[in-house]
């Protein structure tokens, strides 16, 4: 475990602030509570319509992805951003059921591949740290 430095601590605050922007706000607290997904072809019917739900749901799964590439090509520190937010994991079990489908129509295998690569990792690094803290 490499110790984080400043300089991720700064990016991390970033990110929360880039979160804390309104329509991203809106656009999360949307796709956490709302957004009820399925297979991709219920998700299609809304995807790249323009309509606020077609935005949010691009809003959010992207700004994600973004956040955990940055940890995936250690650009941040990756037991600093799992210890500090699971939001990503949330969000990449609610894209799950319909990502294969997407990547398949857009021809496009590693749509959101960060995303899943980090809350799929993340997921394995918590139950490491439950086993270890009851060891003590």
């Not at 300089?7 to 991390?12: I, Q």
């Not at 991203?24 to 323009?50: I, N, Y």
């Not at 959010?60 to 600093?80: E, F, R, T």
């Not at 990547?103 to 993340?122: G, H, Q, T, V, Y």
Request: aromatic share 14%.
């Amino acid at each position: 475990m490499m110790q984080p430095t400043y300089d991720d601590a700064n990016l991390l605050l970033r990110l929360y602030e880039i979160r804390r922007e309104e329509k991203l706000r809106h656009a999360r607290h949307w796709f956490l509570f709302e957004f009820q997904p399925g297979a991709w072809d219920e998700v299609r019917k809304g995807f790249f319509t323009g309509q606020d739900e077609d935005n949010y749901l691009r809003m959010v799964v992207s700004y994600w992805d973004m956040a955990c590439a940055l940890v995936k090509q250690g650009i941040l520190n990756k037991d600093l951003f799992y210890a500090t937010t699971g939001e990503y994991v949330v969000v990449w079990n609610k894209t799950k059921p319909w990502v294969a489908g997407v990547r398949e129509e857009l021809k496009n295998s590693l749509m959101f591949r960060n995303l899943e690569d980090i809350a799929e990792d993340a997921v394995q690094w918590q139950n490491r740290q439950q086993e270890k803290s009851q060891e003590r």
